[in-house]
């Protein structure tokens, strides 16, 4: 199987849940990789913690993309 590695929807720690909605909205994407600082992986989310996000409670101003993110992240590479 091919390891995917472009046209991935890759959304920064810092992004604001006012524009994560957007970039989710206007995606096919189901799962969203978010990266640090530096680039490096740091968690993911999907389409359903969006969703619970949403309908919890009233912080989305509050809500940036790090803690949607699910941690830690199971990777594999072509090498192991």
Known sequence: MPIRTENLQVI?????????????ANSTETLFPVVDGAGRLSGIFTLRDVRLA???????????????????????????
């Open 12 to 24: 920064a720690e810092a992004t604001p849940f006012d524009q994560v909605l957007p970039r989710v």
């Open 54 to 80: 949403l309908l919890g409670s009233d912080w989305g101003p509050l809500v940036l993309a790090t803690d949607l993110a699910t941690r830690p992240v199971l990777t594999v590479t072509p090498k192991r």
